[in-house]
């Protein structure tokens, strides 16, 4: 009789080792989805920043406004303007 109460002080020892080994790495898998989630958080934030940037960086006004000023393009007059008829 006292071998089979070793026998199963064992067992439920070694069924609460489990349990707080599983706890554990379920804790584990918490704290890694959160810090992912913020990661995804901060990374949309960003990433909706830079659509921004690229829709100021890439409109018209800001790309006459470059040539103009930068590169000294202007607008043609229509006396320098050639049709080109294609046969």
């Known amino acids: 009789m006292r071998s089979a109460t070793i026998v199963l002080a064992l067992l439920i020892l070694t069924t609460l080792m489990g349990i707080v080994a599983a706890r554990e790495g379920t804790r584990?898998?918490?704290i890694a989805l959160q810090q992912a989630q913020s990661e995804r958080f901060?990374?949309?934030n960003r990433w909706g920043?830079?659509?921004l940037e690229q829709a100021t960086l890439a409109s018209n006004a800001r790309v006459g406004d470059i040539a103009r000023q930068r590169l000294g393009l202007e607008v043609p007059k229509n006396s320098q303007i050639i049709m080109v008829k294609t046969p």
Do not use: M
């Open 42 to 44: 901060a990374l949309d």
């Open 49 to 51: 920043q830079l659509q």
């Open 28 to 30: 584990s898998l918490f």
